[in-house]
């Protein structure tokens, strides 16, 4: 797996071994790039269900200030701490080891205010509609925040109270929903 573009863009990054995480594929994170491309620069990103990185670090490479990421797994979190001081992100980031809802209360008690989140929970688990609910009740997301969810292609996630879907892809087995917050 390799970082698409910007600064880092060519390098190598490690990810975890076995069938417990699924890396998003390269195609997936191409395309979700090429969406988000103007809405990157000078944002504090958040990486919820990490695996790799690949897209806190992705996002790192095209100009965000800062990425927060988190995972529950150990395996994923050393790989995570290990792809962040390859790339040289060490004083950009911040990487948890909790379950997402610890994380998210965690990233609050800390003042992150998210422009960017990346959700990529195990496909079945049902996580990704009660994630945003937690997101929006924990008060960080900052004004005009993109959520983007990866899914299976034919589970989209219903649209929780609160929020709007902006965009939603399907890549073969893969899809994206991307939400924002509604307007109060």
């Not at 600064?7 to 490690?14: V, W």
């Not at 609050?108 to 994630?131: H, I, K, N, Q, S």
């Not at 900052?142 to 292609?153: D, K, L, N, T």
Request: glycine share 10%.
């Amino acid at each position: 797996m390799r970082i698409i573009a910007g600064t880092k863009r060519g390098q190598a990054i490690a990810a975890p071994k076995g069938r417990e995480t699924r890396p998003t594929l390269d195609r997936v994170r191409e395309s979700l790039f090429g969406i988000i491309q103007f809405e990157i620069a000078g944002k504090t990103v958040l990486d919820l269900f990490a695996g790799s990185g690949s897209l806190g670090l992705e996002a790192l490479s095209r100009g965000a200030e800062y990425a927060v990421f988190n995972d529950a797994a150990r395996e994923s979190v050393a790989i995570v701490r290990a792809n962040v001081e390859k790339l040289g992100f060490t004083r950009q980031a911040a990487v948890y080891s909790l379950d997402y809802r610890a994380a998210i209360q965690a990233a609050a008690r800390a003042g992150f205010w998210f422009g960017l989140v990346f959700l990529d929970p195990p496909y079945r688990a049902g996580l990704l509609e009660e994630t945003l609910v937690c997101l929006k009740t924990a008060g960080v997301l900052a004004p005009g925040c993109r959520v983007i969810a990866e899914h299976a292609a034919n589970l989209p996630p219903e649209t929780p109270e609160g929020f709007v879907l902006v965009d939603r892809r399907k890549y073969g087995i893969a899809g994206l929903s991307i939400f924002e917050e509604k307007p109060a």
